[in-house]
């Protein structure tokens, strides 16, 4: 082991690549390595194997922790599949250079510079200060919540199932969901439909969906509130803008599917059914309730929750709640005729409004391309669900209308790269195909151009 983690670190020093690129191409390395395995046969429970193409669609789902799957993930693997699958979410959940630092410090090996500005691209944060340790607290974090939300589902499932089966259940269903992967092993594509109206396992798998959404340095800075009495804008811009959008998108549902998906449920049924539906969209892929079953006005509504995510340096995936405060901010701003855009008494600097806006525009445009070529290639299905499905993907949410299994090749090949771009950023995508950047020698003359 000590070997692997030299030759990772002399790789890496030796490496003129970006941060970017090098990111792109280890959770590209880690997918087809994932979909290697998975196509053997000792993964399948028939002990067939499976194809090349779908195992590396289940390891792309899996590592970017996503839950769209084309077999079913509780029948078809074997439990060495499925730990195959546990491990891909894991991995691609807190980020394989974050699994790489950590054994590199139970070794004690030294966290070099260049190691450390890739860390900073992985986390999604502003500068380097402080990296290594918040790479402690991700792995302690996850452990812990992963644990404790293991236990308790076992106690749960102990009622209705062997207490081994049922302890194996609670530590897959624990890393799926606080991972916001999605990947279930009840069978049949149920997801956790039998559990709609269960208040333990709807009450733990969306604090698990939500403590995985909210990111890492959140957590931290929650956990060290008793001691600084402050939070940080983009700690408080994270949690409002997540809160008001459950309860917003859990009222929407409520009504819309009030007389339709809901109606068979009691009011507890009902008002759980409602919350857990507007959670999952956050990029968990788990459900209570048809998704299929639906309105199209419901499915179109849980279309942008997917489309938003949660929040950066996250397990979670779309253009992240931080991106829709800031564009949400800066048409307010121009509403009022005001110069600055200013949240929480905060003037917002003009290169993250940029970013916030290119973020945007490259997920629409992911999101048109994709679903285009798909309704081509599959014109029997709806194009709603042919959205769906797509603007799933890209959130890395995983929950789905029930098509992904019957999609063509060309299809999945799509969803897959779509998977992979949302887990990664489009801007990160983007800065790794498209090389070094170049710094800017002059400016151009300002030109009038008419808005609107």
């Known amino acids: 082991m000590k070997e692997v983690i030299r030759l990772f670190g002399d790789l890496l020093k030796l490496s003129r690549w970006s941060p970017p690129r090098f990111l792109v191409t280890g959770f590209a390395l880690i997918i087809l390595l994932g979909g290697l395995l998975l196509s053997l046969p000792f993964a399948t429970s028939e002990g067939t194997g ?33 730990i195959i ?41 502003h500068d380097m200060e402080g990296i290594v340790r918040l790479i402690r607290r991700v792995f302690l974090y996850s452990v812990t919540i992963e644990a404790a ?16 089966k049922a302890a194996y259940f609670g530590v897959f269903h624990a890393i799926s969901f606080f991972n916001n992967a999605g990947f279930d092993l009840f069978g049949e594509y149920r997801s956790l439909t039998p559990y709609v109206d269960d208040p333990l396992v709807n009450i733990v798998s969306m604090a698990l969906i939500i403590l995985g959404g909210i990111g890492f340095v959140v ?40 007389t339709n998906t809901l109606a068979p449920l009691t009011w507890r049924g009902k008002i759980l059914a409602s919350l857990f539906q507007s959670v999952t969209p956050r990029t968990a892929g788990a459900n209570t309730v048809d998704i299929g079953a639906l309105r199209q006005a419901t499915q ?39 110069e600055d855009i ?15 806006l290119t973020i945007t525009m490259l997920a629409i445009g992911v999101v048109i391309i994709v679903t285009m070529i798909v309704s081509t290639t599959d014109q029997d299905k709806p194009f709603i669900r042919i959205l769906f499905e797509t603007v799933s993907a890209f959130g890395t949410v995983g929950i789905s209308t029930g098509i992904t299994p019957h999609l063509s090749d060309i299809a999945r090949i799509m969803l897959a790269l779509t998977m992979f771009t949302g887990r990664l950023g489009p801007l990160t995508l983007a800065y790794a195909l498209g090389g070094q950047t170049e710094k800017q020698l002059f400016r151009h003359p300002e030109g009038k151009l008419i808005i609107g």
Request: hydrophobic share 55%.
């Open 219 to 258: 957590m931290a800075e929650l956990l060290d509130y008793r001691k600084k009495r402050r939070l940080s804008l983009h700690t408080k811009v994270v949690l409002s803008v997540t809160a008001t959008l459950i309860v917003l998108g859990a009222a929407v549902i409520f009504i819309l599917e009030y």
């Open 300 to 338: 179109f509504f849980i279309i942008l929750l997917m489309f938003i995510g949660a929040g950066p340096g996250s397990t979670a995936g779309g253009i992240k709640v931080t991106t829709l405060a800031t564009l949400v901010a800066g048409v307010h701003t121009m509403i009022r005729g005001k």
């Open 149 to 164: 939300a293991a236990v308790l589902f076992t106690l749960r499932w102990a009622a209705d199932m062997p207490l081994g």
């Open 50 to 82: 499976l194809r090349y193409l779908d195992a590396v669609f289940t390891a792309t789902s899996a590592t970017c922790v996503t839950g769209l799957v084309v077999v079913d993930t509780g029948r078809f693997y074997s439990v060495q599949g499925q």
């Open 85 to 125: 699958i546990m491990l891909l979410i894991q991995v691609g959940g807190i980020g394989f250079m974050t699994m790489a630092t950590l054994i590199a410090l139970v070794l004690k090996k030294r966290i070099s510079l260049r190691e450390r500005i890739i860390l900073q691209e992985a986390m999604n944060q």
């Open 342 to 356: 200013v949240i929480y008494e905060h003037r917002l600097a003009k290169d993250r409004i940029l970013k916030a």
